[in-house]
């Protein structure tokens, strides 16, 4: 019974510092202008990137589940 009892205080232990960790962590952006202007212009061209190459311009087709194999 003890042993249970030290797995879930270990177990909460873990969460509360995972926990802490992620919400520290933060969003390390750009700091510079130089730097916000490269972010953008990525999320841009994934953005682009993204709407280019799909399955139905791609293929003419919507994405099956058959789309893995292709001989």
């Known amino acids: 019974m003890q042993a ?3 797995l879930f205080a270990i177990m909460i232990a873990l969460a509360v510092v995972l926990i802490v960790r992620i919400t520290r962590r933060g969003t390390s952006g750009a700091e510079t202008a130089e730097g916000l202007r490269l972010e953008q212009d990525r999320r841009v061209q994934a953005h682009q990137d993204r709407m280019s190459y799909n399955a139905m311009l ?11 194999y292709r001989p």
């Open 4 to 6: 249970l009892g030290i």
């Open 58 to 68: 791609m293929h003419g087709t919507p994405p099956t589940i058959s789309d893995s």
